[in-house]
């Protein structure tokens, strides 16, 4: 499989510096973790990521009447409950009669998304392309983006156009190289929405979600945590990255030279500058500085952040690219690709 093009959408720029929020330390801990700049739309997922995908058909020098397939990937609190995130995108362009899959699976959308449009390339028609698109849009009325974790959650879009490898491009040429991914489903229940399903249909006349505990205060009453327990679930969390991650570079015979390239979940400074060191690659190599542009998109993350690196000239032709993610479920899942020279 081969990426022919890639677009991008980022709503109004705002600043934690200016952030309306009754917990100032929670902000100043996210401010610690490297956080500045986030995005919010007063729109929609799904006119979003339409306009992802848009733009990345413009690169790609093909057409909304070539697509074959739509694989959607979103987290956050959908637009509307029941409906299809990849239909939706589908009928924003012209109403397609399209394959279409949806996931939603967090953070984990931004691997697992590319599996599925894998297994569908090999049956496009000639002149067909197929389409990856992942959002994430905030719904602060179900969760504060400040509270989750020290994290800001952020909104944006991303979609990139794919064809089997032997598809004709123009530009972009990234080259699927595979991947993995795995869940450890003692802690399924850790990042869950309290409200907004059918276990707790209502929101509480005049709730504020600002209010809510903080995600780390959820865990260790949730799953009754001790402190050391703490520890040891933090721990587990970073080896379980590494292996993941270590095991898909080893499947592709990759090193950790200087044409890797590591593109992870923006979860923070320190965390990321920590598996950086921990893997032996160089911050640089990474998409650490981002946590301050964008802050953390959900399932957008890997992808944006490699169609913003390439656009800086930071991945060059024979650059290798390994995109990995660490996701409620709980999920870990890293995919490799490569850019033809």
């Given at each position: 499989?081969?990426?022919?093009?890639?677009?991008?959408?980022?709503?109004?720029?705002?600043?934690?510096?200016?952030?309306?929020?009754?917990?100032?330390?929670?902000?100043?801990?996210?401010?610690?973790?490297?956080?500045?700049?986030?995005?919010?739309?007063?729109?929609?997922?799904?006119?979003?990521?339409?306009?992802a995908?848009?733009?990345?058909?413009?690169?790609?020098?093909?057409?909304?009447?070539?697509?074959?397939?739509?694989?959607?990937?979103?987290?956050?609190?959908?637009?509307?409950?029941?409906?299809?995130?990849?239909?939706?995108?589908?009928?924003?362009?012209?109403?397609?009669?399209?394959?279409t899959?949806?996931?939603?699976?967090?953070?984990?959308?931004?691997?697992?998304?590319?599996?599925?449009?894998?297994?569908?390339?090999?049956?496009?028609?000639?002149?067909?392309?197929?389409?990856?698109?992942?959002?994430?849009?905030?719904?602060?009325?179900?969760l504060?983006?400040?509270?989750?974790m020290?994290?800001?959650?952020?909104d944006?879009?991303?979609?990139?156009?794919?064809?089997?490898?032997?598809?004709?491009?123009?530009?972009?040429?990234?080259?699927?190289?595979?991947?993995?991914?795995?869940?450890?489903?003692?802690?399924?229940?850790?990042?869950?929405?309290?409200?907004g399903?059918?276990?707790?249909?209502?929101?509480?006349?005049?709730?504020?979600?600002?209010?809510?505990?903080?995600?780390?205060?959820?865990?260790?009453?949730?799953?009754?945590?001790?402190?050391?327990?703490?520890?040891?679930?933090?721990?587990?969390?970073?080896?379980?990255?590494?292996?993941?991650?270590?095991?898909c570079l080893?499947?592709?015979?990759?090193?950790?030279?200087?044409?890797?390239?590591?593109?992870?979940?923006?979860?923070?400074?320190?965390?990321?500058?920590?598996?950086?060191?921990?893997?032996?690659?160089?911050?640089?190599?990474?998409?650490?500085?981002?946590?301050?542009?964008?802050?953390?998109?959900?399932?957008?993350?890997?992808?944006?952040?490699?169609?913003?690196?390439?656009?800086?000239?930071?991945?060059?032709?024979?650059?290798?690219?390994?995109?990995?993610?660490?996701?409620?479920?709980?999920?870990?899942?890293?995919?490799?690709?490569?850019?033809?020279?």
């Open positions: 499989m081969k990426v022919l093009g890639i677009g991008h959408v980022l709503p109004k720029p705002m600043r934690l510096a200016e952030a309306d929020h009754p917990n100032t330390l929670q902000l100043e801990a996210i401010r610690l973790a490297g956080y500045d700049k986030y995005w919010v739309s007063n729109g929609s997922a799904r006119a979003m990521g339409t306009q995908v848009v733009a990345a058909l413009e690169e790609s020098g093909y057409g909304v009447d070539d697509i074959g397939f739509i694989v959607a990937g979103q987290s956050n609190i959908p637009d509307f409950i029941g409906i299809d995130f990849a239909c939706q995108v589908g009928a924003e362009l012209g109403g397609l009669r399209a394959r899959i949806n996931l939603v699976e967090g953070c984990g959308s931004s691997i697992s998304t590319w599996f599925s449009a894998n297994s569908l390339v090999r049956h496009l028609k000639e002149g067909q392309i197929g389409v990856i698109v992942l959002a994430q849009r905030v719904s602060e009325p179900h504060d983006r400040f509270g989750i020290n994290a800001i959650l952020s944006g879009a991303v979609a990139a156009i794919v064809g089997r490898t032997d598809a004709p491009s123009t530009g972009c040429c990234f080259v699927y190289k595979g991947g993995h991914d795995i869940s450890d489903t003692r802690f399924v229940d850790m990042m869950r929405f309290e409200r399903g059918g276990m707790g249909p209502v929101l509480a006349e005049n709730h504020d979600s600002r209010q809510d505990k903080l995600g780390r205060d959820r865990i260790m009453e949730l799953y009754r945590f001790s402190g050391s327990d703490l520890t040891a679930f933090l721990k587990l969390r970073t080896e379980n990255t590494i292996q993941i991650i270590e095991s080893a499947e592709a015979g990759w090193g950790k030279d200087s044409d890797l390239t590591l593109l992870h979940t923006l979860e923070g400074r320190q965390s990321m500058e920590n598996l950086a060191s921990r893997l032996g690659i160089a911050k640089e190599k990474t998409n650490v500085d981002l946590v301050a542009e964008i802050s953390h998109m959900g399932c957008v993350d890997q992808l944006i952040s490699l169609d913003i690196m390439r656009k800086q000239g930071r991945i060059q032709p024979g650059g290798r690219v390994a995109m990995s993610a660490i996701s409620s479920g709980m999920k870990w899942g890293c995919c490799l690709l490569e850019l033809q020279n």
